[in-house]
């Protein structure tokens, strides 16, 4: 009898679910937006003794899942006989032992319980991970990097994260934070980042970061950043997907800012490329859909600048499971451990 597992994908803006087969099919699937973002937590990244407080708008939002996951267990019951657990992939860094969230900069949670508060109500295993050992799991079994013993995935979202294979295992190093190619400094006391730190890669090349960085320009020339204005309504609401709206109409203030974009973003991969030497760099995430041409110019900048015995067998790909990577490798992680 086939055997079926949930994975969810909490990601910066929404959470989405899925029941998944042992083949990687999605059996059922829904999704929502989060609507608060934590209040009483520090966002900061400076409190780290901080702990869970039940009365936080988190609570809600965790309520939701379970909520959501009852209601996807309803839906997918008339084809589904059994499902064994739950698999949650969440952009931030995690306690695996204990399944619980130390800290996910971009939703302001620290300290969360995850797994001890859902298994409490759905009464199924939950198994907590980052969001990219989900995704690159799902990207390594069932999508682009099938069969590649040595790979890293990369995912630009409104953060950026990535998740790394050596020799044939998924790596998650002494705290089991592997990965997190998002804080690499590639600028020395740059941009401020919501981990704390200044120069991050991701205040520069993830979702946030394109949009702070064009917001400040805006407002320096609100006449040259007029089409983007426009396009959003204004200066406050500026976001990446108004940035590639514009690319698209092929505004050359738009097209200016991914091409710095892409410069920044090829910064830490080639960083990253000569400090692993993986056989395959996979590219995805909402960034990399909203500017595809970001593959090309990170693939041309990776060869050109790393070193050339770690780009001799390098292939950069793109991710094949697009948006499902997550759902699909959280299952399939939470299916491993069963
Ligand atoms: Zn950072």
């Known amino acids: 009898m086939n055997s079926y597992f949930i994975g969810v994908d909490i990601g910066g803006t929404n959470v989405r679910l899925a029941v998944v087969g ?3 099919a999605i059996a059922a699937f829904s999704s929502f937006f989060i609507k608060s973002k934590s209040l009483a937590n520090d966002q900061s990244g400076l409190n780290h003794n901080q702990k869970y ?13 379970s909520l959501n996951i009852k209601e996807l267990l309803k839906k997918a019951s008339p084809v589904v006989s059994s499902v064994k657990g739950v698999g949650i992939g ?3 860094q995690i306690d695996r032992d204990a399944g619980s969230v130390l800290f996910a900069p971009n939703l302001g949670w620290r300290n969360i319980p995850l797994k001890e508060i859902l298994e409490k109500d ?10 990219l050992t989900a995704i690159t799991y799902g990207e390594w079994k069932r999508g682009a990097g099938t069969g590649v013993k040595d790979l890293l995935c990369i995912f630009v979202g409104t953060g950026i994260g990535s998740g790394i294979v050596i020799n044939d295992r998924l790596t998650g190093g002494c705290g089991n934070t592997a990965g997190e190619i998002g804080h690499i400094v590639i600028v020395s006391g740059g941009r401020k980042c919501h981990c704390s730190n200044y120069g991050c890669l991701e205040a520069y090349a993830g979702g946030w970061g394109i949009a702070e960085r064009t917001k400040e320009m805006a407002l320096k020339d609100p006449a040259g950043f007029k089409n983007i204005i426009d396009l959003a309504g204004g200066i406050e609401n500026i976001t990446a997907f108004t940035i590639s709206k514009a690319y ?4 050359g203030v738009a097209v200016r800012i991914m091409e710095e974009t892409g410069q920044y973003l090829s910064d830490g991969v080639v960083t990253a490329v000569n400090l692993l030497n993986p056989c395959m760099v996979i590219l995805g995430g909402g960034i990399i859909e909203g500017f595809p041409e970001l593959v090309a110019v990170v693939e041309g900048e990776v060869k050109k600048r790393a070193l050339k015995a770690a780009t001799n067998n390098l292939t950069i790909a793109v991710s094949k499971l697009g948006n499902n990577a997550g759902v699909i ?3 399939g992680v939470a299916a491993s451990k069963s």
């Open 248 to 251: 698209k109409l092929n505004d």
């Open 329 to 331: 490798g959280a299952a």
């Open 122 to 131: 759905i009464n199924l295993p939950v198994f907590v991970m980052n969001d």
């Open 90 to 92: 969440i952009a931030g």
């Open 22 to 24: 042992e083949n990687g």
């Open 53 to 65: 407080n039940p009365d936080d708008p988190v609570k809600n939002e965790i309520r939701n899942i």
